[in-house]
């Protein structure tokens, strides 16, 4: 089941990375977006119009604004931990901005019903239920990238 949400996941980052709505054909009509504090803007979203609401609020104010995933972690058999690195530039400011920001995806009947976005690795292994002493299967992007038209 896994490797499975693995797959979803990675589809979904793709279609996302085009800038294709087919993002959403992964999403649960019931999905949660939660972007946790201590990032602006924190809050809690609801439906596909809600991750939607989410993600142009999150882009406001930037120019030139890119993501790409860096790394995918399958925590376990229902959640799945990416590495959004992202770059952007200010609109009034001019100020380039860098930064990673991780993702855990909750998936149930292969769909996402969940989309908890954290500030640090440490947030988002601790929400996917994972510590120290308990193991994941990362796989970086490129691994993936390889079976993309598989």
Same mark, same amino acid.
């Given at each position: 089941m896994s490797q499975e949400n693995v797959e979803i996941v990675r589809r979904g980052v793709r279609a996302y990375e085009r800038g294709d709505i087919?993002?959403?054909?992964s999403a649960d009509p019931e999905l949660i977006t939660h972007r946790a504090p201590p990032q602006p803007d924190a809050g809690t979203w609801h439906g596909p119009e809600g991750f939607l609401q989410a993600l142009a609020g999150w882009v406001e104010g930037f120019d030139k604004f890119e993501a790409t995933?860096?790394?995918?972690?399958?925590?376990?058999?229902?959640q799945v931990i990416t590495r959004s690195h992202q770059r952007a530039l200010g609109s009034a400011s001019r100020v380039p901005i860098e930064a990673d920001f991780w993702l855990v995806?909750?998936?149930? !009947?292969?769909?996402?019903? +969940?989309?908890d976005i954290y500030a640090s690795k440490q947030q988002a292994l601790e929400a996917a !239920?994972?510590?120290?002493? +308990?193991?994941?299967r990362r796989r970086s992007w490129r691994s993936l990238s390889?079976?993309?038209n598989g």
């Open positions: 087919q993002v959403l054909e995933t860096e790394e995918i972690i399958d925590a376990n058999d229902d995806h909750t998936i149930r !009947g292969q769909k996402v019903v +969940r989309l !239920g994972l510590s120290g002493s +308990r193991r994941c390889g079976r993309m």
